[in-house]
């Protein structure tokens, strides 16, 4: 065995949080600057570090931007527990953070050129399909037609509010939102996003979802989508567990025999179908 | 007029009664809620007692671990190893380091230096405070080598103890123990200069457990004065529990009247000589000898501090490590006699249990007489002497929250005392 | 399944106990330094660390194993404790990163490099999770892959007589060995010791220490041996293919895995005692300048695994049993490469306080599809 | 400076002194103002803070209403010890009846104003974090004084007894002696101390609160009386340092 002189998997590179952008009542978004040239696929994601607190899988909510010797990417984080509370009340602008990444696979965007695309969004669940959406306007002509399809249980919790607009000025796209209850103000669709779905237009034939949420969302999503007749193997979906390592090694994040941070957090639904509809496997 | 008490362990306030705008008496008033653990360990089986009891105190659980250990194996016939008896020695008196340096170092202290607070304190001396933790950490150390844990320590059982700590473990205290007496002795230094501002002759009877050679520790005798009692005739015949004229609080009193003292003072006064002569010599620095008064009890303190460390030091260079290998958990009951009883020189005094066990060995009957409620009455006796027909202006209150922390009352064990209800005469404020 | 007969193209050697102790010595000086791990007795009980001679081993003691119980007996057959191998290649608790809190590293966990390491006396059983081990973390979590890697010899001890918690000829992990390791023995009786080599550096050993060839009854008695274990083990479990295809038809049969988890409390003790339960929690442990990273074995039985901050994916802890059965037996296999997650040690069993039987749960799942 | 109150209720004051051993730690002294905390300090009076520590339960009328005041003061409160999240030993006295139970200790039991019941102090106000123990585990509550400094809280881990007992590498003590160990059923945190010392685990961190079913504490009972215990001792156990969670479970019983 020669493998002594493995490099510490677990060291991260140190970052500088530049810029926080309020998205939601709790929920912001980090721009962290990286000293580096730093590459990453949609759907893919970065632990961060917060010191003494522990690290959080977090995915990438823009293509990383590259600015000369280094580059700047995106988090979108939404207080959930210790560490998420713990970056929302006390890093900011100034703030280090360690970071390590990217992991995981990203979404199939080379497989998926020459599709027509439904994104289904819900919630948080937007933040790593954003990416997507960045790299289908920069490379527009590789895909087909786009319709996006996002939803939250109200407007105001509704992320990059600020740019959605923008997205129906993407050649070919169609912007679908929702929101779960009625608001003052809100034209778009009151309902679950999943319903939108049926909207939804594309070639049938030739089309591909790629879905983000809460779990119980994209498990009615899956259903629709099926119903619409989308194809068992032209469905993806980004997962989520309890995830420590990000490199298969800790175990925490299995689901059936898939570990979701190196063989996911995005899977094609045909692959997963036999564990996908089974409480708690 | 009334006012909470504070640097005590546990919750009081501190009553004065004014007559005609004068003190006539000061009271202590307990409102500590009652946890009745006499009631608690009824029906019980001794091993659960031994390990229940602990929870009666936080500062002195092992006393009452090892006084119950001991009062059922008296009665229950059994034998215990005399190397197993000295570890839980060693343990008690381990207890006894940590409660006397959280008592001086945190509440005497301030007193002493004259600052509000111990983070105070630190801020002017920063180096009294880390001696200071110094020793409280070492005493945590000792409680977790030989105990388990800080309190409610995990090692002592009807019969003798669990577990003996490896030798590797009981080096490494003993190679840190010359840099706690370092620690200690600077520090006794500023308190040993230390004179009270008040000045009381000793004029109340002093109760300790006799010991026959060594300092008193533990044992089925106590003495006051100079007359020797087994805890049964003392307990049952000599000290009367009398309800107050005008309160409800339980108080000890010998033969229903004369209010006494235990605790270190009584110790020190008492066998004095059989301090270890470091300690003799680090007092007669500082001149301090016996009879001291309840008001130096801080001295007593911290030569009883010193002299169990020198103990614990001898113990730890002597340390033969034995595998106790563990006798079965639950101990083959022959009742010998049903009443089991001992006593236990508690860091705050003699602390005595009483139990009756039924046919099936279990808890039929419990008595608990703590430190803190022997020593109420005296202290109600001392505040009001110093206190009485004097204005009832805030340095009276004063006064009297120095008796509650002279005398140290962890009214958290105060397993019966009553609140007091206080009585309006006129003009109370 | 290992079959007798192509065990019986290796040659075997016969020596006594002494020779073991040569066999010690000359990897002694073979690798000057090296430090030999295995089963040792300390307090009376068998656990897995540095082993300094024979006299450390529970070479003269039987361990009897029972579902929640575990007994050592003068004896010759010592079979397993509850710790293996992966106490040494990845301890219970193990510092993977030091920060201070300027985000710099206080210092490399892989700074040094491992000592040389001797496997003494371990089991076919353990040499098999290792194998599950090395498929997993070889290569990928540090502190494994610095240990595994400095593994420079494996000497197996053989069981010849299976323990009643013991089912490794159902899982194809024993009892003897086939490859992977450099020396193998097994105890016929009390002294009498058959070796045989499984590398070059095993037959160097046996040439060194001047093994003579077994005579032919003991080589009869060997596979005899062999042969009454693999038959009594057999007689425990079904076919590992039924027990898969049974588990596989079961794994949504909700009422099912609430059935034979009612007794189960989560209390993790089966994951810690396995030898290829290689899941960790990372925790910071913050000291006053500086924090360290710490790994902690974790247990799929335990509440934690599969929680998450603001929900649960295995809230119910028969989902969680579930896991870990489901793991041994059908996800390791694809997530190895088709090696087993289970080896049929019986430490799950033995080390269960409440003395639930793995076995039994198989065989129930079988049932069910019958 | 982050501001802290500590109190007493009914209790032993063995939590608080490991509050003082937290204090023991110079970065924490650093970090923490402690305003009110009547057994080290000469203030009788609350005021504002951050945070409070709590030990002990509620027995009293004036406790609940203190305790009440309390919270309102304060951001954070964190409950410390079997007694503030169970109950504690004295909840043993609600085995009988108030009356009688005043009656066997006092001569004049009306002058004890008690309530009948013993209450967790989550049962009178929000409890925002809870470290478990009798007492609590001093190095828990230096982690957590660490980690909220830092701006965060210990990330939680739900565990037993055995979990700390494998990772110290000692042997089960049920499977080897054949002794009685609540740990299967007891909440982590206390270094499986009791293991550690040659003896089972006497739960004094309270049953786990998670995975805990009537069922399962069953199916341990029967192991252990298997094992020669007496069912009543172990039941007495569970009261003493598992009240809340204990009564309640065997209440489901019928």
Redesign the interface.
């Known amino acids: 065995m020669t493998l002594t002189k493995l490099e510490n998997p677990f060291t991260f590179k140190r970052a500088l949080v530049v810029n926080v952008v309020k998205e939601a009542p709790d929920t912001n978004t980090y721009i962290i600057k990286l000293n580096e040239t730093y590459t990453a696929n949609p759907g893919q994601f970065n632990m961060i570090y917060v010191y003494g607190l522990g690290e959080i899988p977090i995915s990438l909510s823009n293509l990383p931007e590259h600015r000369g010797t280094y580059t700047l990417v995106n988090h979108t984080i939404r207080i959930v527990g210790a560490v998420t509370r713990a970056v929302m009340l006390h890093v900011g602008a100034g703030s280090q953070v360690g970071v390590r990444g990217p992991y995981g696979n990203g979404w199939p965007m080379r497989e998926i050129e020459g599709r027509d695309i439904v994104i289904v969004a819900g919630g948080i669940g937007m933040a790593p399909l954003r990416p997507v959406i960045k790299y289908i306007e920069n490379n527009r002509e590789r895909y087909g037609r786009v319709n996006i399809l996002y939803g939250a249980r109200n407007p105001e919790l509704l992320l990059y509010k600020y740019e959605l607009n923008k997205y129906t000025v993407i050649p070919n796209t169609k912007l679908l939102l929702s929101s779960d209850i009625p608001a003052e103000g809100w034209l778009h669709y009151v309902g679950f996003v999943t319903d939108l779905i049926n909207y939804v237009d594309v070639d049938l034939k030739n089309a591909i979802a790629l879905v983000c949420g809460p779990e119980i969302m994209m498990k009615v999503a899956i259903k629709n989508l099926l119903k619409k007749g989308f194809k068992n193997e032209d469905i993806f979906i980004s997962m989520e567990r309890r995830m420590r390592c990000g490199i298969g090694v800790c175990g925490t994040c299995q689901f059936g025999h898939y570990f979701i941070c190196k063989d996911g957090p995005v899977f094609r639904y045909s692959d997963i179908e036999e564990y996908f509809w089974v409480e708690g496997i | 007029m009334k006012?909470?008490?504070?640097?005590?362990?546990?919750?009081g306030s501190v009553v004065i009664i004014e007559r005609e705008g004068y003190v006539d008496r000061v009271f202590y008033e307990i409102?500590?809620?009652?946890?009745?653990?006499?009631?608690?360990v009824?029906g019980?089986?001794p091993?659960?007692v031994v390990?229940?009891v602990s929870?009666?105190?936080?500062?002195c659980?092992v006393s009452y671990t090892f006084l119950a250990a001991k009062a059922f194996e008296k009665c229950l016939n059994i034998e215990v190893d005399s190397d197993v008896e000295e570890f839980r020695e060693i343990l008690h008196l381990a207890e006894r380091v940590k409660s006397h340096a959280?008592h001086v170092f945190?509440?005497n202290l301030?007193e002493i230096t004259k600052t509000?607070?111990?983070?105070e304190l630190?801020e002017r001396n920063p180096k009294v405070v880390k001696n200071a933790?110094n020793i409280?950490?070492y005493s945590?150390k000792l409680m977790r080598v030989f105990g388990?844990?800080?309190?409610?320590v995990?090692?002592i059982?009807i019969g003798g103890v669990?577990?003996t700590p490896s030798r590797d473990d009981v080096e490494k205290l003993r190679n840190e123990i010359n840099g706690i007496f370092k620690s200690l002795t600077e520090l006794a230094d500023i308190i040993l200069s230390f004179k009270s501002s008040i000045h009381l002759a000793i004029s109340k009877p002093q109760l300790c457990v006799y010991a026959e050679k060594s300092y008193s520790h533990h044992g089925e005798k106590v003495v006051l004065d100079n007359a020797i009692y087994t805890t049964e005739a003392f307990y049952r015949n000599i000290v009367n529990v009398v309800?107050k004229e005008y309160s409800?609080a339980?108080q000890y009193r010998v033969k229903g009247s004369e209010s006494f003292i235990v605790g270190p003072v009584s110790r020190f006064n008492r066998y004095y000589d059989r301090l270890h002569s470091e300690v003799k010599d680090l007092l007669n620095t500082y001149n301090w000898r016996p009879p001291l008064s309840v008001f130096e009890g801080y001295i007593a303190r911290i030569a009883e501090l010193y002299d169990a460390l020198l103990t614990i030091r001898e113990y730890l260079e002597n340390y033969k490590y034995r595998?106790i290998v563990?006798v079965k958990?639950?101990v083959e009951y022959k009742s010998a006699n049903n009443v089991c009883e001992y006593a236990v020189e508690a860091p705050r005094g003699v602390l005595y249990h009483r139990y009756v066990l039924g046919k099936d060995c279990k808890i039929v009957e419990c008595d608990i007489v703590t430190p803190t409620a022997q020593n109420l009455a005296v202290m109600e006796d001392i505040a009001t002497q110093l206190t009485r027909g004097k204005r009832a202006l805030e340095e009276t209150i004063a006064i009297a929250k120095s008796v509650a922390i002279a005398f140290d009352p962890?009214i958290?064990?105060s397993v019966?005392t009553?609140?007091v209800?206080v009585i309006n005469f006129n003009k109370q404020s | 399944m290992i079959k007798v007969p192509e065990l019986q193209q290796v040659k075997l050697y016969a020596g006594k106990l002494s020779d073991l102790e040569r066999v010690m010595e000359y990897l002694r000086q073979r690798f000057n330094g090296a430090t030999f791990m295995g089963y040792k007795l300390q307090n009376s009980m068998p656990v897995f660390g540095e082993i300094n001679s024979l006299s450390d081993m529970p070479i003269r003691v039987s361990d009897i194993q029972r579902p929640g119980y575990y007994e050592l007996i003068a004896g010759y057959r010592f079979r397993l404790s509850y710790a293996s191998p992966k106490w040494y290649l990845l301890p219970p608790e193990h510092s993977i990163l030091k920060v201070s809190p300027d985000y710099e590293f206080v210092d490399s966990t892989n700074n040094s490099l491992a000592n040389k390491v001797v496997m003494f006396g371990i089991k076919s059983c353990d040499l098999n999770a290792i194998a599950v081990l090395d498929a997993i973390l070889i290569g990928k979590h540090p502190i494994y892959t610095k240990k595994r890697s400095s593994v420079i010899a494996i000497i197996i001890e053989e069981c010849l007589e299976p323990a009643e918690t013991c089912f490794c000829s159902i899982t194809g992990t024993g009892p003897t060995v086939l490859k992977g390791y450099d020396l193998a023995y097994a105890r016929l009786d009390e002294d009498t010791v058959i070796f045989k080599a499984g590398s070059t550096l095993g037959e160097e050993i046996i040439k060194a220490t001047g093994l003579r060839e077994a005579v032919q009854e003991q080589v009869k008695s060997y596979y005899n041996a062999v042969e009454r274990a693999m038959s009594i083990m057999s007689t425990r479990l079904p076919h590992l293919e039924e027990i898969q295809k049974a588990l596989r038809r079961n794994v949504i049969n909700e009422k099912l895995w609430k059935t034979l988890s009612e007794k189960c409390t989560g209390c993790g003790n089966c994951n810690y005692v396995c030898p290829t339960c290689f899941c960790v929690e990372i925790v910071d442990r913050v000291e006053e300048s500086y924090t360290t990273r710490t790994a902690l074995w974790t247990a799929c039985c335990t509440y934690t695994y599969g929680l998450v901050a603001g929900g649960h994916f295995r809230r119910d802890l028969y989902m969680r049993y579930r896991h870990f059965i489901l793991h041994k037996f059908l996800f390791y296999p694809k997530q190895t490469g088709g090696l087993l997650g289970c080896v049929g040690c019986g430490r799950c069993t033995t080390w269960c306080p409440l003395g639930l039987d793995l076995k039994e749960t198989l065989v129930k799942v079988v049932e069910e599809v019958r | 400076m982050i501001r802290v109150l500590v109190a007493k209720l009914t209790s032993c004051s063995g939590c608080l002194n490991e509050v003082i051993y937290a204090l023991t730690h110079s970065d924490i002294r650093a970090k923490y103002n402690v305003t009110y905390f009547t057994e080290v300090l000469n203030v009788d009076k609350i005021s504002n803070a951050e945070l409070a520590f709590i030990e002990g339960s509620i027995t009293t009328k004036h406790q609940e209403e203190f305790l009440k005041n309390l919270r309102s003061q304060v951001e954070f409160l964190i409950a410390l010890g079997t007694c503030a999240l169970m109950g504690g030993v004295q909840s043993l006295r609600l085995e009988g009846n108030i009356e009688d139970v005043k009656k066997t200790i006092y001569p004049e039991p009306r002058y004890i104003d008690i309530l009948s019941e013993v209450k967790p102090v989550d049962s009178v106000v929000k409890v925002d974090f809870a470290i478990p123990g009798c007492p609590i585990n001093g190095d828990a509550l230096v982690s957590f004084l660490r980690k909220y400094a830092l701006g965060g809280l210990p990330v939680a881990i739900y565990e037993t007894v055995c979990s700390e007992c494998k990772r110290k590498n000692i042997p089960c003590i049920i499977v080897t002696q054949k002794s009685p160990c609540l740990g299967p059923i007891t909440i982590s945190g206390c270094g499986a101390l009791c293991p550690q010392f040659g003896r089972g685990c006497y739960g004094c961190y309270g049953l786990k609160f998670f995975d805990i079913t009537r069922e399962k504490i069953n199916a341990l009972l029967d192991r252990l009386v298997e094992l020669k215990v007496d069912e009543g001792n172990l039941k007495a156990i569970l009261l003493a340092y598992s009240f809340k969670l204990y009564s309640k479970l065997k209440e489901s019983r019928c």
């Open positions: 006012s909470p008490l504070t640097l005590v362990e546990g919750e409102t500590e809620a009652p946890r009745f653990f006499e009631y608690i009824r019980k089986s091993e659960l390990d229940f929870r009666v105190c936080g500062l659980g959280l945190l509440m301030p509000r607070s111990f983070s630190a933790f409280i950490s945590r388990g844990r800080f309190h409610n995990v090692n059982k669990y577990f309800q409800t339980l595998d563990s958990n639950t962890c958290s064990c019966h009553l609140p209800k």
